[in-house]
């Protein structure tokens, strides 16, 4: 599935050069969580490049993902002091609470669960962005408070 | 606490927040020879670790010839332990916003960035709001500099300028040969100056206080003060403005909980120093400089386990154009991990101590260039911790 | 003439021009700095970081190919530090490296491999990253091999795809340990953009990028006594073949390529020349024929400029990049099909042979030739016209198998039938040369009398790489029957690598453009630089290819295509006329637009 008409607004927005190509990138991962192979070709329709450099530019960026991803991107820190403070435990927490393991995303494509580096957090470690909304000093009980929370919406 | 020995600062976050941009108003009227004088005077370097002289870099790109000019604050923050760009620009965007409007003023640029994290996407409504007010103000001060935020994506090594530059313009973050540096050539190829957010937040003090009243604070090589963003084994986590120059044993007593055995000093691609360093280590440009990472250790960590959570980190966030870095950070990881198992001898870490120097003198830039550090330092200093 | 840069290489000073790299510097003094990802042909990427060197007071070493000289610098090429930090960075790359270099094709010709040898590696100094890494292999293409267990990520190709050609079917994707090299999606290379003009394996220093040879089926064709197999050879494989068995470049070998060709055991030897005679006929009279309908008949569907369809890589870049252009496009085949076609139908007759028998092999400077002889149209003799496509470097392969000393084998001649030519075939081989030979004979077919060129060399039409060449040439004295053209300024561009050929195409779809006639090379240089030719090639080698088809062309007793007796006696007995019944089932083809993305 395509999102033609998103990303012909986007290029609206953003214009047809070179510079456009992240900001329109970014515009359909905040659509979508993820670049489909059709956007990226229709992208670089758009911008008269390649697809292969559209996938280069994407595949480069770790908040770019061109594989599916669920509704709720779960990015739990794995940095040194996040690590230091428990991040093992609150990984084992959403795992058990999902049913998935690190990497995966649940069948239900709610949720998709996965580390990345510093978040910028370290003095509230362990932290964890779920899309764009951080969420810090996480013990096991308020990180299963927080899902169940997300869980529980629509 | 027990009484303070170091010289807690409030410049960075201190009144001025709530004050209109008067130091803006009352320096855009100055001449561009006397902000640059004051600079110079003040002896400002670049906070963002690599400790460039500022008044430097503006006066190269105050020079360079071009019509079009840039000025882009980096707010990449991505280096692991530090988070004091997110409390600056949280706390005092106008500071960062003015210190960039004074830029251009300097160097005539235009138009200015903002080369935001996206790890930090959640300041986007508010720095925005806050940006809507500041062109109200600064066209009211007969300038017109318009600031524009720009996305990052998930990669570290975009905190490197030139990658930086390249990122903004819609490419793979690698960072470009130098020279030619941004002072001539940055993004889109024009003259631009780069600096980090609280640099620009350090100009406005500047233009406050004056030159010789920053200048009192810090020592001879490291002027002023800075923000350091504490983690690890501590009781007091958290964002510190200290003065410049402190030695570490100072700082532990003041943050450590009693036990700490080494203090990681600038983060991954910084320096760690072991208990027995702490009397001798100054935090400045003549000792370990530091963008402001401060991580402390207490002894029940394994400094193995540090090493390879930091190795991991440079072998994902590594943009891979290079030989040394792309190859280098995979054998430097899989290599103790192999010395810990006992698949290679203890003796091949000294060929990896080799390899990380041969990393640190070939290597594109400065991530590859700098990952030496963390792993000499704590290889030479932890090495029963690297083979038992 | 700006200020000189004074700096010391090794202990000796020299004087160089601002902006000349340190490596450059340092081959004026003929010191050898080895590199890897640098190539003369493209930008400089400084990455593979091989070529690093000492700079005095500098606290890294900077990479020679990226740096430039600046006054006053003291360079050291070859201390301590920097011999230590380069085998350090060869061993780097091997260990990342499937180094498995008895079973590879680039084996004797890598300059991996070469570079690993100085450098006495072999102590296995670093861990092997291989098996960890799930290479893959990607072999679906008639053309190309992707082999990415022999990538060293030097991105020659990427830069080759991007700068040279504009197709860019290759970019650097992931980031860190996994960056690759990779296509749109990792698709394989036939289900992307891909032209296979090979331009990518001739720069590929390692095996990452190869040929798919068919060294193997063409001796077992030889072998096989039912068999007759016809060989043809493309007008830039005799000016080129000698670099790939130790010959300087900018021989002419024909003589010898021939004697290779028989003692191999090719039943006949022949000529790719002799078709490219019969391509300038065929296509000389489409164009005129091109140009009567738009100028007497006003027939708005005629197609024009008309482009010249010799290069199967350009004609994959059109048919993805332009499908709506395909129109303009001549419907000649090339040489090499054109010569398939026929030698499976008027060899076999004249020759009384069976073509079910017969093996067709042609020896081509090209890689996309193998996908052309693939093209499902390509069958018109009623079986595969072209049956192995094998490039210049496989022929050196096969001569070297065989054992023969080529710099010392006597010459001999081409075979009959479909074995002579004229100059004017020869100049296929650069960049401008179909248009030569188009107008030696469009000309005098139209007037009566030669071009107005001394020694027939249209030398406006002749020249470098890197540009787009225009030239118009006025018609008078037209013979009765082509009245039409009196007076007609003939209006030519001739364009090679097809980064350029996209800037006339663009400009012929924007509708700026008002030629008629227009000569694509899909390869800098033409076929001369083809991406079958030996390696290296580079723009100096090029040259000198260049000098010698020129030399070539002028030293033919016959230089006008029509003026060949072979290729008149091919439409006395057979075809009957240019552009005739026969011509078309068997010399014309059509094209198949295809996907951009």
């Known amino acids: 599935m395509t999102n033609e008409h998103l990303i012909r607004d986007l290029v609206k927005k953003h214009g047809r050069s070179r510079v456009a190509l992240l900001p329109i990138l970014q515009g359909v991962v905040d659509a979508n969580n993820f670049i489909s192979d059709s956007d990226m070709v229709e992208i670089a329709k758009e911008l008269d490049l390649s697809a292969a450099q559209v996938f280069g530019t994407a595949t480069f960026y770790s908040f770019l993902s061109t594989e599916p991803l669920g509704k709720y991107v779960i990015r739990v820190c794995k940095t040194i002091t996040c690590d230091m403070h428990g991040k093992k435990q609150i990984v084992q927490t959403i795992e058990e609470m999902l049913k998935v393991k690190v990497g995966e995303t649940t069948p239900n494509k709610k949720f998709s669960l996965l580390e990345t580096n510093c978040l910028g957090w370290c003095h509230e470690g362990p932290a964890m962005l779920i899309n764009e909304k951080p969420f810090t000093g996480l013990t096991p009980e308020r990180v299963h408070d927080i899902i169940s929370e997300y869980i529980s919406k629509s | 606490m027990s009484e303070s020995k170091l010289k807690r600062v409030d410049l960075i976050f201190g009144e001025y927040s709530n004050t209109k941009y008067k130091v803006l108003a009352d320096t855009l009227k100055r001449r561009n020879e006397d902000i640059l004088e004051d600079l110079m005077e003040s002896g400002l370097k670049g906070r963002g670790g690599a400790g460039f002289p500022t008044a430097m870099k503006w006066k190269l790109a105050a020079d360079a010839p071009s019509d079009t000019k840039y000025v882009i604050c980096n707010a990449d923050e991505g280096e692991p332990g530090t988070f004091k760009d997110r409390e600056i620009l949280s706390r005092v965007p106008r500071k960062v ?129 800075k923000v350091f963003s504490v983690s690890g084994d501590t009781p007091i986590p958290g964002i510190y403005e200290l003065e410049l120059g402190m030695p570490l044993d100072r700082f532990v007593e003041e943050f450590g909980d009693g036990d700490t055995k080494a203090v990681q000093v600038g983060g991954a691609s910084g320096f760690c120093v072991p208990r027995k360093k702490f009397k001798d280590t100054i935090i400045g440009f003549e000792g370990v400089p530091t963008g402001g990472s401060m991580m402390l250790f207490n002894s029940s960590r394994s400094m193995y386990n540090v090493l390879h959570n930091y190795l991991d980190f440079f072998e994902e966030e590594s943009c891979g154009q290079c030989t040394p870095c792309r190859v280098g950070c995979q054998q430097l990881r899989k290599g103790i991990v192999a010395v810990k198992k006992g698949d290679k001898k203890a003796g091949y870490l000294d060929q990896l101590l080799k390899l990380s120097e041969s990393m640190k003198i ?15 330092s704590i290889v030479n200093n932890f090495k029963e911790e690297m083979i038992y | 003439m700006s200020k000189k840069i004074n700096l010391t290489i090794d202990g000796i000073n020299v004087s160089v021009d601002p902006g000349t790299t340190i490596l450059d510097a340092a081959r004026k003094l003929n010191i050898h ?55 350090h960075i060869v061993e780097l790359l091997l260990s990342e490296h499937n180094a498995d270099c008895t079973k590879c094709y680039k084996n004797g010709n890598c300059e991996l491999q070469s570079l690993a040898s100085q450098m006495l590696t072999g102590d296995h100094m670093f861990l092997d990253l291989v098996p960890d890494k799930h290479y893959t292999i990607d072999m679906f293409n008639s053309a190309i091999v992707k082999d990415d267990s022999r990538c060293i990520r030097c991105q020659r190709c990427v830069r080759t795809c991007e700068e040279l050609q504009s197709v860019s079917a290759l970019s650097v994707a992931y980031r860190g340990n996994n960056m690759k090299i990779s296509t749109f999606f990792e698709h394989p290379l036939f289900e992307v953009v891909c032209t296979n003009c090979g331009q990518c394996v001739n720069r590929c220093p390692t095996g990452a990028l190869i040929e798919r040879n068919y060294v193997d089926q063409v001796w077992d064709a030889i072998y096989d006594p039912a068999k007759h197999v016809v060989v043809q050879t493309a007008p830039a494989v005799r000016i080129a073949l000698g670099e790939a068995l130790g010959m300087p470049p900018g021989m002419i070998v024909t003589g010898k390529m021939v004697t290779s060709l028989k003692r191999l055991g090719f039943d006949a030897v022949l000529d790719t020349d002799f078709t490219a005679d019969l391509t300038i006929i065929e296509e000389g009279y489409e164009l005129v024929e091109r140009l009567k309908r738009a100028l007497v008949d006003k027939d708005p569907e005629v197609a024009l400029p008309m482009a010249t369809s010799c290069s199967p890589a350009w004609i994959k870049f059109l048919e993805h990049t332009y499908p709506d252009l395909l129109p303009n496009l001549s419907t000649c085949k090339s040489p090499q099909q054109m010569f398939g076609a026929l030698v499976k139908t008027y060899y076999a007759q004249k020759k009384k042979l069976d073509p079910k028998n017969l093996v067709s092999v042609s020896i081509m400077p090209c ?207 057979f075809l009957i006329k240019p552009l005739g019944h026969k011509s078309h089932e068997l010399l014309h083809t059509h094209y198949t637009p295809r996907k951009r993305y």
């Open chain 3, 33 to 87: 700095i080895p590199t890897l990802c640098y190539h003369e042909d493209l930008c400089v990427a400084g990455n593979c970081r091989v070529c690093v060197v000492e700079q005095e007071n500098s606290r890294t070493l900077p990479a020679s190919c990226a740096t430039p000289a600046a006054e006053g610098m003291v360079i050291h090429t070859n201390s301590g530090k920097v011999r230590v930090a380069r085998k």
């Open chain 2, 97 to 225: 916003f003015s210190g960039m409007a004074i830029c251009g003023k300097v160097i005539g640029a235009q138009k200015g960035y903002i080369y935001l994290r996206s790890e930090y996407k959640f300041l986007l409504p508010e720095l925005t709001r806050e940006l809507e007010m500041f062109h109200e103000h600064i066209g009211k001060m007969g300038f017109d500099f318009p600031i524009e935020i720009k996305l990052g994506s998930g990669a570290y090594i975009c905190g490197e300028e030139s990658a930086l530059f390249e990122s903004m313009e819609g490419f793979r973050g690698e960072p470009r040969n130098k020279p030619p540096y941004p002072t001539t050539h940055g993004f889109m190829g024009k003259p631009t100056v780069i600096n980090n957010v609280e640099t620009f937040v350090n100009v406005v003090m500047i233009m406050r206080l004056g030159p010789v009243q920053f200048k009192l604070l810090g020592t001879t090589d490291s002027r002023g003060s």
């Open chain 2, 362 to 376: 070939t290597a594109k830039c400065g991530l590859g260039q700098s990952v030496a550090n963390s792993f000499s």
């Open chain 3, 367 to 573: 890689t996309a030739k193998k996908f052309e002889a693939d093209r499902p149209e390509m069958r018109s003799s009623g079986y595969k016209d072209v049956d192995y496509v094998l490039t210049t470097r496989e022929l050196a392969i096969m001569i070297t198998q065989a054992g023969m000393e080529f710099d010392k084998l006597p010459e001999s001649h081409f075979d009959n039938i479909m074995g002579m030519s004229t100059g004017a075939a020869v100049i296929f081989g650069t960049t401008g040369g179909v248009m030569e030979a188009a107008i030696r004979t469009v000309y005098e077919v139209v007037t009566g009398r030669e071009v107005p060129f001394e020694s027939l060399n249209i030398t406006p039409v002749r020249g470098t790489e890197g540009e787009v060449r225009e030239a118009s040439l006025l018609i008078t004295g037209t013979k009765p029957e082509f009245k039409f053209l009196e007076g007609v300024e003939l209006k030519c561009v001739v364009a090679n690598g097809l980064a350029y050929a996209k800037k006339v195409m663009q400009n012929v779809k924007d509708g700026n453009a008002n030629y008629h006639f227009i000569e694509i090379m899909a390869c800098p240089g033409g076929c001369l630089g083809g991406g079958g030719q030996p390696i290296p090639t580079n723009k100096e080698i090029r040259a000198k290819r260049t000098q010698a088809i020129y030399e070539e062309d002028l030293g033919m007793p016959l230089r006008k295509s029509h003026d060949n007796p072979e290729v008149q006696e091919l439409y006395r007995d």
